[in-house]
């Protein structure tokens, strides 16, 4: 294939989650039909349905996720997994290495007097690792706007990365490259290039947010 071809490729194995019993609440064998809200099994609050602002949301398949590795082989550092308040250079999480206990999360939130040196979320969320050595460069573009939490570890050829978002489908991306210009390229036809700012709106901004 076109990634095995290259110096440096991501190798992406897909991992299945299960739910404890799937079927429970399927209306017989009635075709296209949705699972019965009243059969139900009693669990946790929020697996089946959940309540916010009035709004009542059901799952009719229940708690559900998808998830994904990427390795990026021969990679020491990896990068991105923006808008958090750590490194670019992106450090372990599992591991007798990791320097966080718990996953990068992506999930936009208003965060005031946020901590340093966190995985924890902030305002954007852009699902893109990008790895580079002297062999070439390599990204990984998640597509999937749902929560995502990501794993960054050590592996045996590399550094792997693990996602896993609350639902949707693996919608992924490679893009793989002499350098980080060349991925970062293909990345931004996938998602547009910035346009270039006016004159006039180029100098010194101050926020006015929490003045008294």
Request: hydrophobic content about 35%; glycine content about 8%; proline content about 6%.
């Amino acid at each position: 294939s076109w990634i095995k071809d290259t110096a440096m490729r991501a190798e992406v194995e897909e991992e299945e989650i299960e739910v404890e019993n799937p079927t429970i609440g399927m209306q017989g064998d009635i075709p296209n039909s949705e699972p019965s809200l009243a059969k139900y099994p009693p669990t946790e609050d929020g697996m089946w349905e959940e309540s916010f602002g009035g709004h009542q949301d059901s799952k009719p398949r229940g708690p559900a996720a998808v998830a994904l590795d990427v390795t990026y082989d021969g990679a020491e550092y990896v990068y991105g997994l923006a808008e958090h308040a750590s490194p670019m250079a992106l450090k372990n999480t599992l591991g007798s290495s990791g320097a966080y206990t718990d996953p990068y999360r992506l999930y936009n939130l208003d965060v005031f007097e946020y901590e340093l040196d966190e995985p924890m979320a902030l305002y954007g969320a852009i699902p893109l690792i990008t790895a580079h050595s002297a062999r070439g460069s390599a990204s990984a573009f998640w597509l999937n706007s749902a929560e995502t939490y990501i794993d960054v570890k050590d592996g045996d050829t590399g550094r792997v990365s693990h996602w896993i978002s609350e639902s949707g489908t693996i919608d992924l991306f490679l893009m793989v490259g002499s350098g980080p210009k060349d991925v970062i390229r293909e990345y931004a036809k996938l998602t547009g290039f910035q346009a270039l700012p006016q004159e006039f709106s180029l100098g010194y901004h101050q926020c006015r947010w929490n003045y008294k």
